[in-house]
Nanobody, 123 residues
Framework: QVQLVESGGGLVQPGGSLRLSCAAS????????MGWYRQAPGKQRELVAT???????NYVDSVKGRFTISRDNAKNTVYLQMNSLKPEDTAVYYC?????????????????WGQGTQVTVSS
């Protein structure tokens, strides 16, 4: 069974920084894309940043120039460095990975999600 465990959220003042981490464990043959999403109260979950296995990156316009996604393939871990944080960045952040695994019944590729970590930007 594959699990994703997130860490690094918390309370920070506007203009501050946080670094989120998400590590995958279990039976992992290959990790394709890695990404971060967020969901603010009363809003739908939105894409923040993604990083396919090829190494390119994609960001939602509102975080470009402030957030950086990176990955450590040897550790099956994805990071999100968040700088110049704004109150509107307040949300629960979720990591996502597309992973090839053996479920015990078959080998296949599935999407997995972390448990979510709260990021609050407030003075």
């Amino acid at each position: 069974q594959v699990q994703l465990v997130e860490s690094g959220g918390g309370l920070v003042q506007p203009g501050g920084s946080l670094r989120l981490s998400c590590a995958a464990s279990g039976t992992i043959f290959r990790v394709y894309s890695m990404g971060w999403y967020r969901q603010a109260p009363g809003k739908q979950r939105e894409l923040v940043a993604t990083m396919p296995s090829g190494g390119s990156t994609n960001y939602v316009d509102s975080v470009k120039g402030r957030f950086t996604i990176s990955r450590d393939n040897a550790k099956n871990t994805v990071y999100l460095q968040m700088n110049s944080l704004k109150p509107e960045d307040t949300a629960v952040y979720y990591c996502n990975m597309r992973i090839q695994t053996n479920t015990g019944w078959k080998i296949g590729t599935y999407d997995y999600w972390g448990q979510g970590t709260q990021v609050t930007v407030s003075s």
